[in-house]
């Protein structure tokens, strides 16, 4: 057993989590990161848009408050969102002191790009490729802090509470050991579960939102599930996105007769909220039986798209599709979870010295549907108020490791594979972009099964990792599609097609 003078352990190594351990060493208080693969390796890095912020001398705080309750058909806590808002131009200037190459005029004033649901321009970004960015200037600065410790190529497989100050967090790393770290406080910035559908943008499988509710965390509105419009349409799981930033330059989304159909859908047309735009999207494919239609922005000047989209144009012609002269064949996917852990206004749960933050939580900052770019916002800002509320007291140092060597090992891989896969397709058939109660009581039917077959392999004696991670996946599936079917509001994201 070691003993490390470490306070706070931190779940997870994307934007949300780093920010939070940089800004505990800002106050001088040492944290862990226990992160599934390599720290820069993270769901956050294929961030493309930005960080919505105002920064420009026409807009306000007020415009961006009431842009972001309209995305969520007014069910943003609006206290919180302008908590969060307010500090927007605060993180800007700490990124560009840590080196993020924000994207700049020829005056060097920031280059704010346009998105789908704002009023006006005020997305910072870093090219097409913001995450990466922000994540590379949040690694390097780690490196050199030594208040900062990351533990890479381990996953949570369960969590429990000792006493009401001690967590105990169990862990699996590649090699089929296991590792048990207590704390006494602990940040989960696991991500969403957007993974979990057949058609996503995203990695992240819900692990720490399946966590927290094992503890006892609140969990609550898992049935806002942003569906991003426009990802690349391939045969792969995880799809490439199109950045909505390229849909506010004047791309324009076309069926496959080539007409332009978002006029037919709503007045802002191809800059509709993305709730509206994923279900138009949807429904042109449905009715012309084809599994995506066409983004065209063969009108958007070459300068725009080779300044502000190298890398859509790079991913296109990899798949022998030139931007400049083609359509881009796209498709709805599952792109952002909205609901999760809940938190207040210091993103802590219900549970003393747990916090929440990033895409696993539930500030109430995104609703029902979340306005773009506001993510990359709330995980910045969120650490900001974590940092502040822990060292509000004195911080225990609770932290021991125990390891036990080649303790699990993957012994029903494919078992799992199948179970997964199957639940994958099941969220997307049926609690999906469009809905219905037959569909999701079949999908929590189905689900159930599953549990069921994975309990009665965990029942035997030293059952397998993969078990246990599997059974975590399917939970949060579970949880997903029963607050989809009890949701009897068609608000947001969440479309019942048997609610009138």
Same mark, same amino acid.
């Given at each position: 057993?070691?003993?490390?003078?470490?306070?706070?352990?931190?779940?997870?190594?994307?934007?949300?989590?780093l920010s939070?351990?940089?800004?505990?060493?800002?106050?001088?208080?040492?944290?862990?990161?226990?992160?599934?693969?390599?720290?820069? =390796?993270?769901?956050?890095?294929?961030?493309?848009?930005g960080?919505?912020a105002?920064?420009?001398?026409?807009?306000?705080?007020?415009?961006?408050?009431?842009?972001?309750?309209?995305?969520?058909?007014?069910?943003?806590?609006?206290?919180?969102?302008?908590?969060?808002?307010?500090?927007?131009?605060?993180?800007?200037?700490?990124?560009?002191?840590?080196?993020?190459?924000?994207?700049?005029?020829?005056?060097?004033?920031?280059?704010?790009?346009?998105?789908?649901?704002?009023?006006?321009?005020?997305?910072?970004?870093?090219?097409?490729?913001?995450?990466?960015?922000?994540?590379?200037?949040?690694?390097?600065?780690?490196?050199?802090?030594?208040?900062?410790?990351?533990?890479?190529?381990?996953?949570?497989? =369960?969590?429990?509470?000792?006493?009401?100050?001690?967590?105990?967090?169990?862990?699996?790393?590649i090699?089929?050991?296991?590792?048990?770290?207590?704390?006494?406080?602990?940040?989960?910035?696991?991500?969403?579960?957007?993974?979990?559908?057949?058609?996503?943008?995203?990695?992240?499988?819900?692990?720490?939102?399946?966590?927290?509710?094992?503890?006892? $965390?609140?969990?609550?509105?898992?049935?806002?599930?942003?569906?991003?419009?426009?990802?690349?349409?391939?045969?792969?799981?995880?799809?490439?996105?199109?950045?909505?930033?390229?849909?506010g330059?004047?791309?324009?989304?076309?069926?496959?007769?080539?007409?332009?159909?978002?006029?037919?859908?709503?007045?802002?047309?191809?800059?509709?909220?993305?709730?509206?735009?994923?279900?138009?999207?949807?429904?042109?494919?449905t009715?012309?039986?084809?599994?995506?239609?066409?983004?065209?922005?063969?009108?958007?000047?070459?300068?725009?798209?080779?300044?502000?989209?190298?890398?859509?144009?790079?991913?296109?012609?990899?798949?022998?599709?030139?931007?400049?002269?083609?359509?881009?064949?796209?498709?709805?996917?599952?792109?952002?979870? $909205?609901?999760?852990?809940?938190?207040?206004? =210091?993103?802590?749960?219900?549970?003393?010295?747990?916090y929440?933050?990033?895409? $696993?939580?539930?500030?109430?900052?995104?609703?029902?549907n979340?306005?773009?770019s506001?993510?990359?916002?709330?995980?910045?800002?969120?650490?900001?108020?974590?940092?502040?509320?822990?060292?509000q007291?004195?911080?225990?140092?609770?932290?021991?490791?125990?390891?036990?060597?080649?303790?699990?090992?993957?012994?029903?891989?494919?078992?799992?594979?199948?179970?997964?896969?199957? $639940?994958?397709?099941?969220?997307?058939?049926?609690?999906?972009i469009?809905?219905?109660?037959?569909?999701?009581?079949?999908?929590?039917?189905?689900?159930?099964?599953?549990?069921?077959?994975?309990?009665?392999?965990?029942?035997?004696?030293?059952?397998?990792?993969?078990?246990?991670?599997?059974?975590?996946?399917?939970?949060?599936?579970?949880?997903?599609?029963?607050?989809?079917?009890n949701?009897?509001?068609?608000?947001?994201?969440?479309?019942?097609?048997?609610?009138?």
């Amino acid at each position: 057993m070691t003993e490390n003078n470490y306070g706070v352990v931190i779940l997870g190594s994307g934007i949300a989590g780093l920010s939070c351990a940089l800004r505990l060493a800002e106050l001088n208080i040492p944290s862990v990161v226990l992160t599934k693969r390599e720290a820069i =390796n993270t769901a956050s890095s294929w961030a493309q848009g930005g960080v919505a912020a105002v920064v420009a001398s026409e807009d306000s705080f007020e415009s961006h408050l009431e842009d972001t309750c309209r995305a969520s058909s007014q069910s943003t806590n609006r206290k919180m969102a302008r908590k969060i808002i307010e500090k927007g131009p605060v993180v800007i200037d700490w990124l560009s002191h840590l080196g993020v190459p924000f994207t700049r005029e020829k005056n060097g004033k920031l280059a704010l790009g346009q998105e789908g649901g704002h009023s006006y321009r005020r997305i910072v970004h870093a090219e097409d490729a913001t995450g990466s960015h922000i994540m590379k200037a949040l690694c390097a600065a780690i490196e050199k802090d030594s208040r900062i410790k990351i533990i890479s190529n381990v996953e949570a497989v =369960n969590l429990q509470l000792v006493h009401e100050n001690l967590k105990l967090v169990e862990l699996d790393d590649i090699h089929g050991n296991r590792h048990q770290i207590q704390t006494s406080n602990l940040i989960i910035a696991t991500g969403g579960f957007s993974g979990l559908y057949s058609r996503t943008t995203s990695p992240a499988r819900g692990t720490g939102i399946a966590l927290a509710e094992l503890i006892g $965390c609140k969990i609550t509105n898992l049935e806002f599930v942003q569906f991003h419009p426009t990802a690349l349409f391939g045969e792969n799981t995880n799809l490439y996105l199109i950045s909505e930033a390229l849909r506010g330059e004047g791309a324009i989304l076309r069926d496959l007769k080539g007409n332009a159909f978002m006029k037919d859908f709503h007045p802002d047309r191809e800059l509709a909220p993305r709730d509206v735009v994923s279900r138009a999207i949807f429904q042109k494919m449905t009715e012309q039986k084809n599994p995506y239609v066409y983004l065209d922005a063969t009108q958007v000047s070459a300068e725009q798209l080779e300044n502000h989209f190298p890398n859509i144009l790079r991913e296109c012609l990899k798949r022998g599709i030139n931007v400049k002269q083609k359509f881009i064949p796209i498709t709805p996917a599952a792109h952002y979870t $909205c609901g999760g852990i809940e938190v207040d206004e =210091n993103f802590k749960t219900n549970i003393e010295g747990i916090y929440a933050v990033g895409e $696993c939580s539930n500030s109430g900052l995104h609703g029902a549907n979340r306005l773009a770019s506001n993510s990359l916002l709330e995980g910045l800002v969120s650490a900001l108020y974590v940092a502040s509320d822990i060292n509000q007291s004195p911080v225990e140092s609770n932290y021991q490791m125990t390891s036990h060597p080649h303790l699990t090992q993957q012994k029903h891989k494919q078992f799992c594979y199948q179970l997964i896969k199957g $639940c994958k397709q099941f969220l997307w058939d049926y609690v999906g972009i469009i809905r219905t109660d037959e569909g999701m009581q079949f999908a929590i039917n189905e689900i159930q099964n599953y549990i069921q077959r994975v309990d009665d392999k965990i029942g035997m004696k030293d059952p397998g990792n993969d078990l246990l991670r599997t059974r975590l996946r399917l939970k949060v599936s579970l949880s997903l599609a029963q607050s989809a079917l009890n949701q009897r509001v068609n608000l947001g994201t969440h479309y019942n097609s048997d609610i009138h």
